[in-house]
């Protein structure tokens, strides 16, 4: 959730001029002020920029702005918390000082407010996601600059697990999510070394595959959801904890056994499985480089060059330098230059985003091989990629690219 940070000990009429100047700021055609109530504003950020512009703009309308930038429903709602917060015995002030510290690994802090106030533990956040403190281990979902995971992540969640937190509660982030779904979904614990550490705590305190995620959300299956958000690793661990498998989960995760069990012998869909979920499988099993599998689909009549939810599989394939992948897809006749829906980009951009956007340290060599296939397979060498300093500046890049920019 991209919500603004609230002091400490705000001041309610600091908000409210705040709101009089969003007004006036909006009256002399401020662009960063447009740009809020687009992002903000329910009624108003749907107009066309011509017609916002000449849009009434009221005290009102300001104050909604300020409260969705924070997180929260209405000006009433937030105006609470903000007045509640000026107070340092207040139910929501103790539990904005419990989240602190659950988010800064502060066991010692939090260890004395649950002894001093034992009902923080079934408490919620009055933001819109309602979340538990439990939930705030998720780093997912709740206000930006609280999505952090300390390095003793399961050790504060062991704490509130063994003062009585709920393992399987649901916020209100995502359609729905609990503590589970939101730690195998979210890059924080990943990044911090304890997401599969996290996910262990909270299974052996009960937590529930089936209620991770909203039953609408990729199909309600957690595994879905974690290939869906770039969690490739946390979707394989879920499937070896024993998560559902669906015909597209199990394509994401590279289990071929399970993939073949959704045919039948003369390799029609059982009705176990539907072609949709054959599609997003498929998508992601190149997303991922999971070889076999994009064989075996592509066997079963996916088409190469099929756009699903905007993209084919040589988009995905580019874009995390799956090498082999991208090889069989060009061998089927993948075409190279048809645009994904979302960005208009080929699957060369596609691997050049994925060059630029890799982790530092992360090794490369993947991304030159392929941009080396591509351009070799006919695809086009945009102008943004001859314009980038980035490439220009790699020999190794240059090279792959050589075809066009020579």
Not at 97 to 110: E, F, R, Y
Request: hydrophobic share 40%.
């Amino acid at each position: 959730m991209d919500a603004k940070e609230v002091p400490t000990r705000p001041n309610l009429e600091q908000y409210k001029k705040q709101a009089k100047d969003l007004v006036n700021s909006y009256r002399s055609g401020d662009a960063g002020t447009l740009q809020r109530i687009k992002q903000h504003h329910p009624r108003l950020g749907k107009l066309p920029d011509a017609e916002l512009r000449g849009a009434p703009v009221t005290l009102a309308d300001a104050q909604l702005i300020l409260t969705r930038e924070h997180g929260f429903e209405s000006w009433p709602r937030f105006a609470k918390h903000v007045e509640a917060l000026s107070l340092t015995s207040s139910p929501t002030s103790r539990f904005e000082s419990a989240v602190d510290a659950v988010v800064a690994g502060d066991m010692a802090t939090l260890e004395r407010l649950l002894r001093e106030n034992p009902e923080l533990i079934r408490a919620r956040s009055t933001r819109r996601h309602g979340s538990t403190l439990l939930l705030y281990v998720g780093a997912n979902g709740v206000e930006d600059y609280r999505q952090r995971s300390p390095k003793n992540a399961v050790n504060i969640a062991e704490m509130l697990l063994r003062a009585g937190a709920d393992v399987n509660a649901v916020g209100e982030m995502y359609g729905g999510s609990t503590t589970l779904g939101l730690v195998a979904t979210s890059i924080h614990p990943l990044r911090s070394g304890v997401q599969e550490a996290l996910i262990d705590t909270l299974l052996a305190h009960g937590a529930s595959f089936d209620v991770a995620v909203a039953p609408d959300y990729t199909a309600g299956s957690i595994i879905n959801a974690c290939l869906a958000n770039g969690r490739g690793e946390a979707a394989g661990y879920l499937a070896k904890r024993g998560a559902r498998l669906d015909l597209e989960g199990a394509a994401g995760v590279g289990r071929l056994d399970v993939v073949k069990s959704f045919f039948n012998d003369d390799g029609s869909l059982k009705t176990n499985a539907t072609r949709e979920q054959m599609k997003s499988g498929f998508n992601w099993a190149c997303e991922y480089g999971r070889l076999d599998v994009v064989d075996f689909l592509l066997q079963r009549g996916i088409s190469v060059g099929e756009r699903h939810r905007g993209e084919t599989g040589l988009h995905w394939a580019a874009h995390g330098a799956h090498v082999e992948v991208v090889k069989l897809l060009l061998e089927r006749k993948a075409p190279v230059d048809v645009e994904d829906e979302r960005w208009s980009g080929i699957p060369l951009q596609w691997a050049f985003h994925g060059w630029l956007d890799r982790s530092p340290g992360t090794i490369s060599d993947g991304y030159y091989e392929v941009a080396a296939l591509l351009v070799a397979a006919g695809s086009e060498v945009t102008p943004e990629l001859l314009a980038s300093e980035k490439v220009r500046a790699d020999p190794r890049m240059v090279a792959a690219l050589s075809k066009r920019l020579g």
